[in-house]
């Protein structure tokens, strides 16, 4: 009787080991699946943040260069201890001093 509880009892604990390795693969396999959807989803959004994030720089660049087409550069105008409004008097001042005619907006 003995032998027979100790072969009833390795079939049990078999069992029992079977069943536990399947659900330990069910639901390890399920989490994974559910991380994977999740990551495919973040990737996704990712890819699309950097192509936004692309398109603002570019936007961005061009419209720095568009500002700078329409900028003046003077040479030879010492700007040390100078404010922006005191550098515009002088070269304003400059201008009309050469004899040419000066519409400003300022």
Do not use: P
Not at 5 to 25: F, P, Q, R, V
Not at 78 to 101: N, T
């Amino acid at each position: 009787m003995d032998k027979n509880m100790e072969l009833l009892w390795a079939k049990l604990e078999d069992k029992l080991n079977h069943h536990t390795l399947t659900i330990t693969t069910a639901v390890t396999t399920n989490v994974m699946e559910a991380i994977n959807d999740k990551m495919d989803s973040i990737i996704q959004e990712n890819d699309k943040l950097k192509t936004q994030i692309t398109k603002l720089e570019q936007k961005l660049d061009q419209m720095e260069i568009d500002k700078r087409k329409k900028n003046l550069v003077f040479f030879g105008v010492d700007e040390k201890g100078k404010r922006e409004c005191e550098l515009v008097d002088y070269i304003k001042e400059v201008i009309v001093d050469a004899g040419l005619q000066l519409d400003s907006q300022k």
